[in-house]
């Protein structure tokens, strides 16, 4: 039998097929000396390394209709993968035998090789297969296959193994290698794994209570400084919720209870009511200055609601939002509240009340604030200004913008006035106020004199003339500084006595001289006065 030499040449390009032909009584046989059947008498389910030759080589016997060889037959030997001979097709020996020589591939597993001798009359029974085993190297290297990357809950296993392979230097699966699992954190089952027959190994990662990176390292004590890292992030279960129900009022003023208080549910994380009772929820600004005031702590039902009742916004006006939080609960945040002054506080608020002058306007100034210092608005109509004593009456209120407020009253009599400043019934710090209403300047047609004439030794008579001063609604001035002249012919010399009096005292030897009295130049009441006895 000739012996074709071995090679490393790739797979066979032409491939031959048997075709039987149909046809029942025609069917055609082959006659003696002619091929008929094809077996293996050699080779088969051998096994060796792969990229290796195979121990022995691949026999086939090609036999006539009587069993007998037949030489000179093209046998063609198809191989997958891997290098035959140098000529694919080989011719049977005298014995009715080809043989090949056969390289098996660098890729590990079971390899199928045809043997087909090319017919005179189509014959199924021409064709044969050798069934040979490749097997890997001794490992190489661990790789990663699955498992790395993932992320889970805490306390939880990762949904996917974590999976190595052992493989060769061609990257074959080696079985029956050791893995040891290695966890940083957590836990690895099993902590020891033997690689199967296609070179895998694998282990379920179960993640610790802490979320965060964990790592898990795999390596294989037969392979020195081989190990391959995992990495997986453990993250925090969904948290339950706090869902507001009914959100506070969108507007309020500073310092008084919402008109519409918030309303919460307690939900679990697929956002289902949670009824869980006596959870303490605390409300706090989120967003915005000032404090809030009620009670900012609300604890849930059996149903989990949760219920506000006296919350409120202290400070200055601005948009606010509120935080609610719970322990272990997802927080909730309100819609923005408009917050706008308090009422008016009569401890911030002020009111200045001059001293008044007959026959002028006195103007009380008023300044409202809330509690926060923040200056009140639109509040006229609240505000009341009542005087009593000298000059009573009602004041009326005018807005001036900014929190300034005026009220207006003449007064026309002098005394003491006591003046009420009250804001939605409260009267404001100080009040009543006193006001001293004085005379107003001194009104010659309000102004009075008494002219008296005494006799004296000598034929001299002594004339007084004694003046009043008042103002334009006859309040007596007291007070001096006006200008009064005397005069019976001959200008007299006038005492002020500062308290709005005035005295002129003259000798004359005419008692019933009439005597003109002027304030400013202009004649007081009744003058010229003739002097009396």
Known sequence: MRRARPVLSGVLPTVVLVVAACGGDDLLLPSSGEPARVEIVGGNEQ???????????????????????????????????????????????????????????????????????RPVVPSPSLTTVFRVSAQPE?????????????????????????????????????????????????????????????????????????????????????????????????VLPPSPELVLLTQPSSSASAGVPFEQQPVLQLQDAFGAPLPRADVAVTVQIADGAGSLGGTTTARSNAEGRVSFTNLSIRGRP??????????????????????????????????????????????????????????????ARTIRVEVQGANPTDATVTEEGDGRYSARYTPTRTGTDQVAVTVRGSGLGGSPFASVVVAGPADPAN???????????????????????????????????????????????????????????????????????????????????????
């Open 47 to 117: 096994a060796a390394t792969v990229g290796q030759p195979l121990p022995d080589s691949l026999v086939v016997l090609v036999t006539d209709p009587e069993e007998r060889p037949v030489a000179g037959i093209e046998v063609v030997f198809v191989a997958p993968a891997g290098a035959l001979t140098p000529n694919d097709t080989v011719l049977t020996g005298p014995d009715g035998r080809a043989a090949v020589y056969y390289t098996l591939p660098t890729v590990s597993g079971e390899q199928v090789i045809e043997a087909r001798a």
């Open 138 to 234: 001794a490992a190489a290297e661990l790789v990663a296959l699955g498992g790395d990357k993932q992320e889970a809950e805490v306390s939880t296993a990762l949904a996917d193994s974590l999976v190595v392979k052992a493989a060769d230097r061609f990257g074959n699966g080696v079985a029956g290698v050791e893995v040891l699992w290695q966890a940083s954190e957590g836990a690895v089952n099993p902590a020891s794994v033997v690689t199967g027959a296609d070179g895998r190994a694998a282990t379920q990662r179960t993640l610790a209570a802490r979320p965060g990176l964990y790592s898990t390292t795999a390596m294989a004590p037969a392979l020195e400084d081989v190990t391959v890292l995992f990495e997986a992030t453990g």
């Open 318 to 379: 601005g948009d606010r939002t509120l935080l609610f939080a719970a322990s272990d609960f997802t927080p909730a945040m309100s819609q923005a509240i408009d917050v706008n002054p308090g009422p008016p506080d009569v401890g911030e608020s002020s009111a200045s009340v001059p001293n008044g002058t007959a026959g002028a306007a006195t103007t009380i100034t008023i300044r409202l604030k809330d509690e926060f210092g923040t200056d009140i608005e639109g509040e």
């Open 447 to 533: 102004t009075t004199a008494v002219v008296t004439s005494s006799f004296r030794c000598c034929f001299f008579w002594i004339v007084e003339a004694r003046v009043t001063t008042r103002d334009g609604h006859g309040n007596p001035l007291e007070r001096g500084g006006a200008a009064i002249q005397v005069n019976d012919g001959t200008p007299r010399e006038v005492r002020d006595n500062g308290d709005g009096t005035y005295l002129a005292s003259f000798p004359t030897v005419t008692p019933q001289q009439p005597v003109s009295i002027t304030l400013d130049g202009v004649p007081i009441a009744g003058s010229p006065y003739t002097p009396r006895d």
